[in-house]
Nanobody, 120 residues
Framework: QVQLVESGGGLVQPGGSLRLSCAASGSIRSIYAMGWYRQAPGNQRELVATITSGGRTNYADSVKGRFTISRDNAKNTVYLQMNSLKPEDTAVYYC??????????????WGQGTQVTVSS
């Protein structure tokens, strides 16, 4: 089975920065794309950023210019550098991957989430 594990969340003041990491492990043949989603209390889960294995990126308008997604294909890891954080960025951040397993099946996998709190 494929597993995704997030790390790097925490408490930060407005204007500060955090870097999230997500490592995929298991019987992985290839990863087509990975991304970050977030969900705040009372809100719907929303896309934050995605990146393909070739490095093509996509961002939500609300984070453009502040967040940067990157990946290390050799480590099956995706990162989210978050700068100029705002209180409205407070949410649980989830890692997502479109992954082909060693058995040849392709599916969507999710991490368990990491809490990001932006508050003074």
């Amino acid at each position: 089975q494929v597993q995704l594990v997030e790390s790097g969340g925490g408490l930060v003041q407005p204007g500060g920065s955090l870097r999230l990491s997500c490592a995929a492990s298991g019987s992985i043949r290839s990863i087509y794309a990975m991304g970050w989603y977030r969900q705040a209390p009372g809100n719907q889960r929303e896309l934050v950023a995605t990146i393909t294995s070739g490095g093509r990126t996509n961002y939500a308008d609300s984070v453009k210019g502040r967040f940067t997604i990157s990946r290390d294909n050799a480590k099956n890891t995706v990162y989210l550098q978050m700068n100029s954080l705002k209180p409205e960025d407070t949410a649980v951040y989830y890692c997502n991957g479109e992954i082909r397993t060693a058995r040849g099946t392709t599916g969507t996998y999710w991490g368990q989430g990491t809490q990001v709190t932006v508050s003074s």
